[in-house]
């Protein structure tokens, strides 16, 4: 019904820039809000950058003034553009969306399969 997939991933040594994309497509009627999250082995899956529909955006404390998050409304795609990256970003990142199908006037969580990040040191 809806898909999410994420682009852009990949190894990059430190100090490189990565930009991930995420297309949603699918029987959408609206998306309420777009994020990123990542997770690394043994940690927890955290939120990294958020944007909501009206533009509004938030980070994670770690990536600020580094990561950029932001969409492109008519084409369904979320972007983070990824600066100045750390070891430490090195994580397997994943799209999240909730969105409004055209079937059910409800909002419903998606989430892509993720992609790789890996900055070495």
């Known amino acids: 019904q809806v898909q999410l997939v994420e682009s852009g991933g990949g190894l990059v040594q430190a100090g490189g820039s990565l930009r991930l994309s995420c297309a949603a497509s699918g029987s959408i009627r609206g998306i309420n809000a777009m994020g990123w999250f990542r997770q690394a082995p043994g940690n927890q899956r955290e939120l990294v950058a958020r944007?909501?529909?009206?533009?509004?955006?938030n980070y994670v404390d770690s990536v600020k003034g580094r990561f950029s998050i932001s969409r492109d409304n008519a084409r369904n795609t979320l972007y983070l553009q990824m600066n100045s990256l750390k070891p430490e970003d090195t994580a397997v990142y994943f799209c999240?969306?909730?969105?409004?199908?055209?079937?059910?006037?409800?909002?419903?969580?998606?989430w892509g399969q993720g992609t790789q990040v890996t900055v070495s040191s």
């Open positions: 944007i909501t529909s009206d533009g509004s955006t």
């Open positions: 999240h969306a909730l969105i409004i199908t055209t079937s059910v006037t409800a909002v419903r969580s998606y």
